[in-house]
């Protein structure tokens, strides 16, 4: 079972993310949790304020500390967890290190996870401090919030987890699991607005199916992530009648 744990200032969000759809089964069959925990309720300021001008200067205001960290005492007080033992907390900020499949398989393993969403300008470096055991990003661009983000995270977490996708859904053999994007895919009919699907995927042959699909997946990776191809290639080896998108007959 692993459960996670959001905290935010907009717990809606998280509902909305991730009430549906193939995490809201996993709810429901009770293989994962996602409890969305709402910070302002840990102020003990009379008027609910949470955040406050930054020292710094500008314009932006900051999430102050003693809310993020009541919060994540709460938290970790329910979970029960050993004396001295602190769950994995994430600090959703365009200033971590970027998320990547690899996170999410190591992310899979733990049973308890929180994620820490900032809004505004941020959060007091001293509750980050204090709480954060890691820094995630999504990717090169800002958001006006850590839930979507957070959200995101925890499905990609959550589609690792044992159970969680059934067998058609099934996480083998997908873009980034080994390195290549995905091949095309077709269904019926076999020819629809003058497009054909591919001869190859009529004729029944299943070897020169395996070879059509590798080939494929190699081509639309040279193309849209070439840095990715070429880590490919470095560190696999390929039937020697394989066709390269950039040269016109396989080496070696
Ligand atoms: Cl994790 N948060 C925000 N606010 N913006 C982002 C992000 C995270 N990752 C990319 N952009």
Same mark, same amino acid.
């Given at each position: 079972?692993?459960?996670?744990?959001?905290?935010?200032?907009?717990?809606?969000?998280?509902?909305?993310?991730?009430?549906?759809?193939?995490?809201?089964?996993?709810?429901?069959?009770?293989?994962?949790?996602?409890? #969305?925990?709402?910070?302002?309720?840990?102020?003990?300021?009379?008027?609910?304020?949470?955040?406050?001008?930054?020292?710094?200067?500008?314009?932006?205001?900051?999430?102050?500390?003693?809310?993020?960290?009541?919060?994540?005492? #709460?938290?970790?007080?329910?979970?029960?967890?050993?004396?001295?033992?602190?769950?994995?907390?994430?600090?959703?900020?365009?200033?971590?290190?970027?998320?990547?499949?690899?996170? #999410?398989?190591?992310?899979?393993?733990?049973?308890?996870?929180? @994620?820490?969403?900032?809004?505004?300008?941020?959060?007091?470096?001293?509750?980050?401090?204090?709480?954060?055991?890691?820094?995630?990003?999504?990717?090169?661009?800002?958001?006006?919030?850590?839930?979507?983000? #957070?959200?995101?995270?925890?499905? +990609?977490?959550?589609?690792?987890?044992?159970?969680?996708?059934?067998?058609?859904?099934? +996480?083998?053999?997908?873009? @980034?699991?080994?390195?290549?994007?995905?091949?095309?895919?077709?269904?019926?009919?076999?020819?629809?607005?003058?497009?054909?699907?591919?001869?190859?995927?009529?004729?029944?042959?299943?070897?020169?199916?395996?070879?059509?699909?590798?080939?494929? +997946?190699?081509?639309?990776?040279?193309?849209?992530?070439?840095?990715?191809?070429?880590?490919?290639?470095?560190?696999?080896?390929?039937?020697?009648?394989?066709?390269?998108?950039?040269?016109?007959?396989?080496?070696?």
């Amino acid at each position: 079972m692993t459960n996670f744990y959001v905290m935010t200032l907009f717990p809606e969000m998280i509902e909305a993310c991730l009430g549906g759809s193939i995490i809201g089964r996993a709810r429901e069959k009770g293989i994962i949790s996602v409890n #969305a925990v709402n910070i302002r309720d840990y102020t003990l300021d009379k008027h609910k304020k949470v955040d406050d001008y930054c020292y710094s200067g500008g314009a932006g205001m900051l999430m102050q500390p003693d809310p993020v960290c009541r919060c994540h005492e #709460a938290i970790c007080s329910e979970m029960g967890l050993p004396d001295g033992v602190k769950p994995r907390t994430v600090y959703v900020t365009p200033q971590g290190t970027r998320f990547t499949e690899q996170m #999410a398989v190591d992310f899979s393993k733990e049973e308890y996870l929180i @994620f820490l969403c900032g809004h505004y300008e941020g959060i007091d470096e001293r509750a980050l401090e204090l709480v954060a055991t890691d820094y995630v990003s999504i990717g090169d661009y800002v958001l006006t919030g850590g839930e979507m983000p #957070a959200c995101i995270m925890i499905d +990609a977490i959550s589609r690792l987890i044992p159970g969680v996708l059934n067998n058609e859904e099934s +996480a083998v053999g997908e873009s @980034f699991t080994d390195g290549l994007l995905e091949y095309p895919q077709y269904t019926r009919p076999p020819e629809y607005r003058g497009l054909r699907v591919p001869e190859i995927l009529l004729s029944g042959d299943h070897a020169k199916i395996e070879q059509w699909k590798l080939e494929q +997946a190699l081509k639309r990776t040279y193309e849209r992530r070439p840095e990715m191809y070429e880590e490919y290639l470095r560190t696999h080896k390929l039937p020697k009648k394989t066709i390269l998108p950039d040269k016109k007959e396989g080496k070696l």
